[in-house]
């Protein structure tokens, strides 16, 4: 009761430091939530003075004049007679009301729906009604045109196979034409210009055919709305010419309309809409509650520590991680507060927006029925969000700790919206949905499950459940972290980092081994070195280009950060021999073990989310591999594809990465942190589970053993079984059934355990 007593303690107190700031809390949260509809109401101000008038529309010109394409060109243009001034209806008005008409019109025939479709639909242009001179000039222009000549998809396909033809650009002649024809356009203000030309049949010479030549100005500032206007009419267009020449033969025109469309709207106007912003939502939300946490950390801890108050904190006499325990209580409840306000803010402006923005009584009815997400939903928000916003919170806690000032706190607050940001973006693909892989994922598994649990008619469980497991474990690992720092030299006195680091270390005693971020720090320019340097070896030969990026992005900066920080290798990198001979017969174990642990959770994912799919990079290795074993066989292979992964990946993997995570996280959270990223390191999600269960494997050997040695070996033992079993072997799937997949799997990590129960933590 103790440890609750101070987090309640420490809660009250903070909770009520950070209500009497009320400078703070309007800056933060109150203006934040009025700015919404008073940007809202700017914006239809600013929408209205600038709204397209109908002068200013696009103008499109047929030199056909009479024609029935011109005929239809001028239907579907404004009509001179309309005068904005006047307040006529905006094109697409009738869209509700056609729509609440759809049944009925269901049973109208084809004829009649055409007849009925309003003129208007679509993008506005208007029609050029032009001079005879200035049409015989443009006329004159477009003569020098060739006519359009027929598709030809063989000759296409040639083209586009042809290297030389695909980059080959347009003659002189043709350049000088399409100059002349654009300043004439320009001159008369046309953004498309349309010419109708009858061709004689090769076959029949009572027959003809018509050849239309268009010519669009490409940077005009209404071009994606000329070339939207233009594809149904053209459409239209020839749909007519098919039916005038089956008349001409007797032919009924139904042949040229034989199927009768009706799209009816069977959903709610809530439900449609709720699925339409399903990817907007859960990044927003992620915003607000990184919003709502960062800015009451910084005062809370850095801020704190400007007023002088944060030593005589730490001195009370209870534990410091309830002190921590209660300032991240006061974090997440200013973050979900701040997300609840904030959404209450934009509803209330959505139907600002409704109201004021001439949408009409029912869209503001569909907009409140949007909001009306339902209680279910709502709870689910909620729970696949709290994880997420513990994990916020306390990292945002870490960061202000780690800050010497408020200004300085506050300068780290656009690395941590990029890093959050950018994997919350996945819910604005379109199509992206969870799946066993994905749930796994940090930020992107628990917001992708909420993305779905807006689209989708029923909740989905399993997704969130998983999210959000995954994202509690990160929260755990993150929160424990976070505890640790309040026991770190850094944290208590910043100004003391500033004596330098490693061999630029001006006085005192530097750390044995490296801190979690100066480890991931590590990670990150290994990772973005292989990533970029790839390319560059790949003129040097498939050797090269296997090993070298190995070497010099993935090795080279774990023993540059060891110079450097003048760290003991035997410290940062765990280099040095087992504590006892018998870890080597585990390691030797652990190899046959860890290839029945990959192929069993590859046939396991398999069966739950599919085989991968074929791919260029599946190519483009079995390319790689066939070239090392032209030159050298199997010996070679093994060493590119074994030996070299094995030391490399190992000496930043579970040398310099686990090194600095053990310190920070504690031997447990060093182990998986680090074993998902060097799943992660791999770029396959297909691959990712087997990688992250090996990772956990020999990350456990590494802490048992006290040595990066038997990592080693059974990384290189698993890559060579796997390797020679591909070359000896091509034809020979190991793949298994789920459930002989699940019991392979379930087994090797069982005898894993065995092997490693026991450990012993490395004196440091």
């Not at 933060?28 to 109401?41: I, R, S």
């Not at 690992?477 to 630029?504: H, T």
């Not at 005693?509 to 390319?535: C, D, K, N, R, T």
Request: with cysteine.
């Amino acid at each position: 009761m103790r440890g609750l007593d101070t987090i309640l303690h420490v809660f009250r107190k903070d909770g009520l430091e950070l209500l009497r700031d009320r400078r703070t809390l309007f800056v933060n949260v109150g203006l934040p939530v009025l700015m919404y509809p008073v940007l809202a109401l700017f914006a239809i101000q600013v929408m209205q003075l600038t709204k397209t008038k109908d002068a200013d529309l696009p103008r499109i010109a047929v030199l056909d004049e009479g024609s029935m394409l011109s005929d239809l060109v001028r239907q579907a243009a404004v009509p001179p007679e309309e005068d904005e001034e006047t307040g006529a209806a905006p094109v697409g008005d009738e869209a509700t009301a056609e729509e609440a008409s759809a049944e009925d019109s269901a049973e109208d025939s084809a004829e009649d729906s055409e007849a009925t479709k309003p003129a208007q639909q679509g993008p506005r242009f208007r029609y050029a009604e032009l001079e005879p001179d200035v049409r015989a000039q443009l006329a004159s222009i477009l003569s020098a045109f060739p006519d359009p000549k027929r598709p030809d998809p063989e000759a296409e396909t040639k083209a586009k196979k042809d290297k030389d033809a695909k980059n080959k650009g347009p003659s002189p002649e043709q350049l000088e034409r399409r100059a002349t024809a654009l300043e004439a356009m320009r001159e008369h203000e046309l953004a498309a210009l349309i010419a109708v030309r009858t061709i004689a049949h090769e076959a029949d010479s009572e027959l003809s055919e018509q050849a239309l030549l268009v010519l669009i100005d490409d940077a005009h500032r209404f071009q994606v709305q000329v070339h939207q206007a233009l594809r149904p009419i053209l459409n239209d267009y020839e749909t007519e010419l098919i039916a005038q020449r089956l008349t001409q033969y007797q032919l009924p025109s139904d042949l040229v309309r034989p199927l009768r469309t009706a799209e009816v709207p069977v959903a709610t106007a809530s439900e449609a809409l709720r699925s339409k912003v399903a990817g907007v939502i859960p990044l927003l939300l992620v915003l607000m509650a990184l919003s709502g946490a960062f800015y009451p950390a910084l005062d809370l801890i850095a801020g704190e520590r400007e007023r002088g108050t944060l030593e005589s904190l730490l001195a009370w006499p209870g534990n410091r991680r309830d002190i921590f325990l209660g300032k991240l209580l006061v974090v997440n409840a200013a973050a979900v507060i701040s997300v609840l306000l904030n959404l209450a803010s934009l509803g209330l402006t959505m139907l600002i927006l409704g109201s004021q923005g001439g949408f009409g009584g029912e869209a503001v009815n569909n907009l409140a029925g949007g909001l009306s997400l339902g209680a279910g939903v709502l709870a689910m928000c909620f729970v696949a969000l709290l994880p997420l916003v513990v994990t916020l919170s306390a990292v945002s806690l870490a960061i202000a700790g780690l800050a010497a000032s408020f200004k300085e706190a506050q300068n780290y607050l656009s690395p941590l919206f990029i890093a959050v940001m950018v994997p919350a973006f996945v819910t604005m693909i379109p199509g992206s949905a969870p799946n066993a892989v994905l749930d796994l994922v940090p930020v992107v598994g628990p917001l992708l499950a909420l993305k779905e649990s807006l689209q989708s008619p029923t909740l989905p469980w399993g997704h969130v459940g998983l999210a959000v497991a995954a994202s509690g474990v990160l929260a755990a690992v993150v929160v424990s972290w976070s505890v640790r720092l309040l026991d770190s030299e850094g944290f208590l006195y910043p100004g003391l980092v500033r004596a330098g680091w490693g061999r630029f270390r001006k006085w005192g005693q530097g750390p044995s081994a490296p801190s979690g971020l100066e480890a991931l720090a590590v990670f990150a320019v290994a990772l973005a070195g292989f990533l970029y340097l790839g390319p560059v070896f790949q003129p040097f030969g498939a050797i090269a280009q296997v090993v070298g990026p190995l070497v010099v992005a993935i090795a080279l900066p774990s023993v540059v950060h060891v110079i450097l920080g003048a760290y003991k290798p035997a410290t940062a990198l765990s280099w040095r021999p087992p504590a006892a001979h018998a870890d080597w017969a585990r390691a030797v174990l652990l190899v046959p073990i860890g290839v029945g642990i990959s192929l069993g959770l590859m046939s396991l994912q398999t069966a739950l989310v599919g085989a991968p799919p074929a791919n260029s990079n599946a190519g483009q290795v079995e390319e790689i591999m066939n070239t090392i074993l032209a030159t050298g066989g199997l010996p070679l292979a093994i060493v590119c594809m074994a030996l070299a992964p094995g030391i490399c990946e190992e000496l930043l993997c579970r040398g310099t990465l686990l090194a600095g995570l053990r310190r920070s996280l504690g031997d447990l959270g060093g182990v998986l942190v680090s074993a998902f990223l060097f799943a992660s390191l791999h770029g396959s999600p297909y691959r990712f589970v087997p990688q992250l269960a090996l990772g956990v494997v020999m990350g456990a050997l590494v802490v048992r053993c006290r040595s990066v040695w038997p990592a080693m070996l059974v990384h290189f033992g698993h890559n060579a079984v796997v390797v020679s079993v591909s070359v000896l072997a091509p034809e020979q799937q190991l793949e298994f059934g789920p459930g002989l997949g699940a019991a392979l799997a379930g087994g090797g990590l069982a005898c894993s355990w065995l092997l490693l129960r026991s450990w012993n933590r490395p004196n440091q």
